[in-house]
């Protein structure tokens, strides 16, 4: 069973910028393109930004050139590094392990990440 914990939300002012970190447990780490998803109050979650095991990125529209993905294939670690932050950006965000577009594994807890104005 892969576990994954998400951490690193918190309180931002807009303009401003976060980290998070995903961890996650499991050997299939490494093989696996893995996604950063988001879901805001009332809103369904949407994917965010995704990375192959290669390292190709994609990114959705709404966040191309301020948002930032990596992983760390040692640690088992995917990063979202996030800039320029908007109250829009306002949500608990998620990781998971995708193929294609489609989440592969239980969802941890998330982590929020609240941008005031």
């Known amino acids: 069973q892969v576990q994954l914990v998400e951490s690193g939300g918190g309180l931002v002012q807009a303009g401003g910028s976060l980290t998070l970190s995903c961890a996650a447990s499991g050997s299939i780490f490494s093989r696996a393109a893995m996604a950063w998803y988001r879901q805001a109050p009332g809103k369904q979650r949407e994917l965010v930004a995704r990375i192959t095991s290669g390292g190709n990125t994609n990114y959705a529209d709404s966040v191309k050139g301020r948002f930032t993905i990596s992983r760390d294939n040692v640690k088992n670690t995917v990063y979202l590094q996030m800039n320029s932050l908007k109250p829009d950006d306002t949500a608990v965000y998620y990781c998971?392990?995708?193929?294609?577009?489609?989440?592969?594994?239980?969802w941890g807890q998330g982590t929020l990440v609240t941008v005031s104005s």
């Open positions: 998971n392990a995708v193929s294609g577009v489609q989440a592969l594994y239980t």
